[in-house]
C-alpha cells in the first residue's frame, strides 16, 4: 500500500489527482492541469510536494573520506553551508543514483536520495562505510517542500526573513523560520528556474504549505515537474541515468572527479575511454510527441534511443533526450525518430532546449 506525504490532505483538497508514485500516493496534476502548472513556474512561482524523496545524516570523524571514496564528486574541502551534486556508482560505472548531498559541519553532511532508490541506496552506503562514521535514515523524520520560478523569492520573503535566504546557487542554510516553521532551505531545484527546496518537520510541513499558496504559489504536481526538468536537460533516474549509463556518458562529468586518488567505479571509467554514444537532444521538425525509448534513425541506420520525450510548453514543440551514436550527435544532424511505427523527423539541438 502506498505511503502518504504530510502534505496529501492539501492535495485533495486543492483537487489533486491522486497516483502511486515511489510508493507515495501524489498529485500528477490540479484542476489546472500540466501546461498551465509549468508555465505558471517559467513565470511566476510554483509549489511541489517533494517530501516522498529519501534523506540521511552521515557524521563522525571519517564521514569526509567515506563520501569522497564512494561518490563521484569531490567533498574533501567542502564548505560548511555549500550542497553538491554527485553520483554513486556501480564498480562498472553504471549509476547506483544521483543525489545531494550538503555540508552541515565538519562530521556531519545531509544527502538526499531519489525517493524510488532510498532502500538501495542506504544499503549501497552501508555496506561501504568504513572507519568511525554512522549513518542514520531520516526520511520519515523530514518533509521536504520546493519553490520554484522567478517569483520565488519575492513569495518566501513574504512569510521569511529575505535577508537569511542563500543567495547562491547550491548553498543552503541549515536553520531559519519560514512561516513560523523551523526550516533548512536550499537554494536548488529541479525545473531550471531560481528556487528554493524547504526541509523541514512534517507536521510543519501543512502550515508552511498554505501560507506560501496564500503568498501566490502555484500548486504542481508530478507531470510538470517532468515536463520542466525535462525542458531543463536534467537527468532523471531510470531514463538518462542507470546500472548500465555511466556518468560520463550522460555529459555529467561536472561531478565525476577523476582526478581523486579513487573512488567506486573510477577503474571502469577509465577503463572506458571517450563514450561511443553521448547524451543528445531531439526536437521536433515533423509531427509527432516524442516518448522514451524510440528508436533514433540516421541515413536509414539506427543510431541511438529516446531515453525521456514530451511536448515541452515553453519550447513550444515536442523534444526528448536521447543517447546518439557520437558522429550522429552533432547539432543540426536531421534524424527520424520511430514514434508507434511512424519516422518522424527531428533535429539535434543543443541542451537544455529552455533557458531563462
Known amino acids: 500500500m502506498e505511503k502518504k506525504t504530510p502534505l496529501y490532505e492539501k492535495h485533495v483538497a486543492l483537487g489533486g489527482k491522486m497516483v502511486p508514485f515511489a510508493g507515495y500516493l501524489l498529485p500528477v496534476q490540479y484542476k489546472s492541469g500540466v501546461i498551465a ?17 529519501g534523506e540521511a545524516l552521515l557524521t563522525g ?56 532508490n532510498t532502500e538501495k541506496d542506504l ?28 517569483q520565488a523569492k519575492a513569495l518566501i520573503s513574504t512569510v521569511a526573513d529575505a535577508a537569511q535566504l542563500p543567495q547562491k546557487y547550491y548553498t543552503f542554510v541549515p536553520e531559519m523560520q519560514v512561516a513560523g516553521a523551523r526550516c533548512m532551505v536550499s537554494r536548488t531545484g529541479y525545473t531550471g528556474e531560481a528556487g528554493y527546496e524547504l526541509y523541514l518537520d512534517p507536521a510543519d510541513a501543512p502550515g508552511v504549505w498554505d501560507a506560501l499558496v496564500v503568498a501566490g504559489a502555484v500548486p504542481c504536481g508530478l507531470g510538470a515537474r517532468d515536463t520542466l526538468r525535462l525542458e531543463a536537460a536534467m537527468p532523471l533516474y531510470g531514463h538518462e541515468l542507470s546500472p548500465v549509463i555511466d ?47 524510440q528508436d533514433v534513425y540516421s541515413g536509414g541506420k539506427k543510431v541511438g534511443v529516446t531515453t525521456s520525450g514530451t511536448h515541452c510548453p515553453a519550447v513550444g514543440v515536442s523534444c526528448a533526450m536521447a543517447y546518439l551514436d ?14 508507434r511505427g511512424r519516422r518522424v523527423a527531428a533535429e539535434v539541438v543543443p541542451l537544455p532546449f529552455y533557458k531563462k
Open 61 to 116: 570523524r571519517d564521514a569526509e573520506e567515506n563520501l569522497d571514496r564512494i561518490l563521484s564528486n569531490r567533498f574533501t574541502g567542502m564548505p560548511e553551508g555549500a550542497a553538491r551534486y554527485t553520483l554513486m556508482l556501480y564498480e562498472n560505472g553504471g549509476v547506483v543514483d544521483d543525489l545531494i548531498v550538503y555540508r552541515l559541519a565538519q562530521q556531519q553532511f545531509f544527502l538526499v536520495l531519489n525517493a524510488a
Open 37 to 53: 502548472e509549468h508555465m505558471a513556474v517559467r513565470g511566476q512561482a510554483g509549489l511541489f510536494d517533494v517530501s516522498h524523496m
Open 247 to 293: 556518468p560520463i556518458t550522460a555529459g555529467l562529468n561536472f561531478a565525476v572527479k577523476l582526478e581523486k586518488t579513487d573512488f567506486i567505479g573510477k577503474g571502469a571509467l577509465l577503463a572506458a575511454g571517450e563514450p561511443k554514444q553521448v547524451r543528445a537532444g531531439l526536437k521536433v521538425t515533423g509531427r509527432g510527441v516524442l516518448r522514451e525509448e
Open 123 to 150: 544499503d549501497w552506503l552501508r555496506s561501504h562505510l568504513k572507519g568511525e562514521v554512522e549513518l542514520q535514515d531520516l526520511s520519515p523524520r523530514v518533509a521536504q517542500i520546493a519553490l520554484q520560478g522567478p
Open 326 to 339: 557520437r558522429d550522429a550527435a552533432s547539432v543540426g544532424t536531421s534524424v527520424e525518430v520511430d514514434v
